[in-house]
């Protein structure tokens, strides 16, 4: 299956402009806020209740003050779960967002769900090299699809080694920012549902890369809907579908990427399902992630009496 009822999202207890990721995230800028934190959380907690109220089933774990990590509201970096029950940990990019990797939350985790076997890609990070999860990769779960734009976070060694052990296909390409540098992770330019895929091509300066993607799309029977790179920058691309206890699908993102949309784009997705936006700006401008980063998706096998 494409989407998941179950979400796992870290609620941030220091929640601040990462300067470690900023080196090459180009979406991210320190803002005056002196009470980022407060902020923060109230955009976390609306975007959770959010959630709740559309019957979609949210494990919310509290980070611990200690170590610090800045970034953990954006979980989907480090860790993916998939059916068979395999956990993925992943190498990242800046050394304080290893430390997110926590005990506390595979802990919670288990607790719920079960854990058949680990793959743990993190011993990459000694090469450094480096796949930041579903953020590096954008996974078309059905057909086994691996969609990844190459760039100093998402290595293609690490891409391959991920692909073996899980039985995927990568289908890798360059893309980049107005100013020609690579964008950082995948998930902020393509977002791949059920029926539908939302990219933004514009990114893509290879004619052939563009092509490979378009007809990867025909193939596995998804309507293209395309996004500009204005729009990619108010993280209209950092989208997840999702659906709740009673099947209902929605398409989850922030409202800074849903007013980007035009009426077209927003008519064009609510043809397949509807939308649930929330406003989760503090989190955006000091993080550099937006409403996809902060769910990460469980798979994962739901234990008997839960």
Partial sequence: ???????????????????????????????????????????????????????????????????????????NNWISMHEDGTLVLYPMFAENRRLERKQQVLDRLQERFTIGKTIDLTHFEKEHLYLEGTGSMVLDREHRIVYACISPRTDETVLAAFCKRTGYQPLSFMAVDQAGVPIYHTNVM?????????????????????????????????????????????????????????????????????????????AAIEKHNPILHADIGTIEANGGGSARCMMAEIFLPLKAHH
């Fill in 1 to 75: 299956m494409q989407h998941t009822s179950h979400i796992l999202m870290i609620r941030p207890v220091n929640f601040d402009f990462n300067s470690e990721t900023a080196v090459n995230n180009r979406f991210q800028a320190r803002s005056g806020d002196t009470n980022k934190q407060e902020k923060a959380l109230a955009e976390f907690t609306h975007f959770v209740a959010l959630l709740q109220q559309h019957g979609v089933d949210v494990t919310v774990v509290e980070d611990s003050p200690e170590p610090h990590t800045p970034d953990s509201v954006f979980p």
């Fill in 190 to 266: 393509m977002c791949v549902a059920d029926s539908y895929a939302i990219i933004c091509l514009d990114a893509i300066p290879d004619p052939d890369d563009r092509q490979e993607l378009l007809d990867s799309f025909r193939q596995t029977h998804k309507e293209v809907i395309t996004i500009s790179l204005e729009q990619m920058n108010q993280f209209a691309g950092n989208m997840l579908q999702v659906h709740n206890r009673q099947g209902t699908v929605y398409l989850v993102m922030s409202t800074q990427a849903y007013v980007s949309l035009s009426k077209e784009q927003v």
